[in-house]
């Protein structure tokens, strides 16, 4: 009798797409519990359906991927290599990298790209910082310590990147960005007061008045989805990624100066939000997208700064700003606002001060 009042252990939960196979994970997005075909399958084509209905790309376009050798741009390329050639998406890919020159950091993630541009068969191009400005990452920081390194390196690498693209000649640069990275800067541009970049920074395709478009494939797809998942499977708490399913070869060390990155605390919250209301991320780009600027505030007009030809809206580009207190001495000096600092430079330079050094480190206009 005792037996028999003994509750029945129910099977394995089947996966609520196929009904077939057994479940081993939970989709953080929708909560689904699917099993590792359909997740390969559904996590494929809707990066594909936001590539169709956006019209990110067109036959015969080159591509660069943006690879810095982790998780979200070794996914990039993978997908983008896939679906190209599934859907006959007519691309030339290019593996794009740059090297900041961090050792112990950049140099170890560069192999794994060079691994994937063997893996994936895209051709790769690195540019340098040391090359492009004259100065490295690491050299920066022993001139300036670890606060505020990160707006140096940001800058350079924006930079960076649309020179490699112009070197590439590509029509359109594809990164990795994320649902949880756009949510992240709708946030840091809230607590900046940075309405310029808040009107633009939940656009999946940006820079379209500038040289070389960028577009984010991934911008509905949550960070968890190519990296962290959390499984349920017979009790047991399991970890895995579509990167780990797939077995793919990518570099999971964060940067060695980053740990105090303004960034790190809007992430950390994002994370929290998460963990209550996983559609709270998705939610917070759809409030992005919803924001509309009084058509009576005053936005920068873009140009072009008169030092490298670099899209700008100042003077001088703020990559330029921020070469010149590095190879002054003084590498504060383009931290923060630079509006008044552009026209003291402007004046310090007329009467003779510095520019030949900063001339012989930017690698020139953007027209190769």
């Known amino acids: 009798m005792e037996a028999d009042a003994m509750p029945k252990k129910s099977g394995p939960r089947l996966c609520c797409i196929c009904n077939q196979r057994r479940a081993v994970l939970k989709r953080p997005k929708t909560l689904e519990q699917i099993c590792r075909e359909c997740f390969y399958e559904v996590f494929e084509e809707e990066i594909h359906q936001v590539i169709v209905e956006n019209q990110l790309f067109k036959p015969g376009e080159r591509i660069a991927i943006g690879a810095s050798g982790g998780k979200d741009s070794t996914v990039l390329a993978y997908v983008l290599s896939e679906l190209n050639r599934r859907h006959n998406y007519g691309l030339d890919l290019f593996l794009l990298s740059v090297d900041e020159g961090i050792t112990g950091y950049r140099d170890d993630s560069l192999e794994t790209v060079k691994r994937n541009e063997l893996q994936y068969g895209l051709p790769l191009k690195i540019v340098s910082y040391k090359d492009l400005y004259g100065w490295t ?60 970049r808040l ?13 070389i478009p960028r577009c984010k494939p991934f911008k509905y797809t949550y960070e968890k989805e190519i990296f962290l998942i959390s499984l349920s499977c017979q009790n047991l708490n399991k970890i895995s990624t579509y990167a780990y399913f797939k077995k793919l070869d990518y570099f999971s060390t964060e940067c060695i100066y980053s740990p105090n990155a303004y960034r790190g605390f809007a992430r950390e919250f994002i994370k929290d939000l998460e963990r209550i209301r996983p559609r709270a991320i998705l939610d917070i780009i759809t409030s992005g997208e919803n924001f509309r600027i009084s058509t009576s505030t005053k936005m920068p007009e873009q140009g072009t700064c008169e030092r490298c030809g670099y899209i700008s809206s100042q003077k001088w580009c703020k990559a330029c700003v921020l070469l010149e207190g590095l190879n002054r001495g003084l590498p504060k000096l383009g931290i923060g606002r630079s509006r008044g600092l552009n026209n003291d430079i402007k004046k310090d330079t007329k009467q003779g001060g510095g520019t030949k050094s900063i001339e012989s480190k930017q690698c020139g206009s953007l027209d190769f």
Request: proline content about 1%.
């Open 199 to 211: 009107s633009r920074c939940t656009s999946i395709t940006t820079g379209e008045d500038g040289p």
């Open 137 to 196: 990452m690491d050299e920066i920081v022993k001139m300036i310590g670890l606060k505020n390194n990160c707006t140096f390196c940001g800058v350079f690498r924006r930079q960076a990147l649309d020179r490699g693209a112009a070197l590439l000649k590509v029509d359109k640069v594809a990164t990795g960005h994320n649902a949880d990275d756009i949510a992240e800067t709708v946030l840091l541009n809230i607590l900046r007061g940075d309405i310029a």
